[in-house]
């Protein structure tokens, strides 16, 4: 069984989350600008204070301090499944996007100094980014099958109606 996320008011938190495929999926800008487009809308919709933004390969990490500090767990369920919906119709895809449960602590004395604030207005910029209905990007992720092999599959713009056959 797992623990009990633990929940306080008016603090930091750090969070951190990994995408389920393979390719480093924040390298593409359409990506990119489709999760600045979801922060803005659940900003907008939860209400929160957000510093230190990363994309690094997999791996999306920040701090947050919502404003009411017992919604977190609202929050990340409504921007990864929003990011995950979004994501997989723009490449015509089905499945998982993200991988586990999200992590976070309690960081009581705020986020670490030189955290640096997100630039909403780089951030609003890029989601105005316009996304084409079919990126030219290849992208791959593998779902692991019960006899330890992989199932690998692609997307790009000259399969843009539906996803590539399996292939084992």
């Known amino acids: 069984m797992r623990s009990k996320r633990e929940l306080a008011e008016h603090v930091w938190y750090e969070v951190r989350t990994a995408v389920n495929i393979e390719e480093p999926l924040f390298r593409l800008p359409e990506a990119k600008a489709l999760l600045h487009r979801v922060l803005r809308e659940t ?33 990340m369920q409504w921007l990864k499944q929003t990011f995950s919906l979004r994501f997989n119709i723009m490449v015509g895809r089905k499945g998982h996007v993200w991988g586990e449960r999200y992590e976070s602590d309690i960081l009581w004395g ?31 992720w593998g779902s692991p099958r019960s006899d330890g092999m992989t199932i690998t599959t692609s997307f790009s713009a000259k399969n843009a109606s539906k996803p590539a056959p399996l292939s084992g």
């Open 43 to 75: 900003k907008g919709r939860y209400g929160f204070e957000m510093s230190g933004l990363r994309l690094e390969g997999a791996w999306l990490t920040f701090y947050i301090k919502p404003d009411d500090g017992l919604k977190l767990p609202l929050i």
């Open 110 to 140: 705020g986020p670490p100094e030189g955290a640096g604030e997100v630039d909403w207005a780089a951030v609003e910029m890029s989601a105005k980014t316009k996304i084409p209905a079919a990126i030219a990007y290849t992208l791959s």
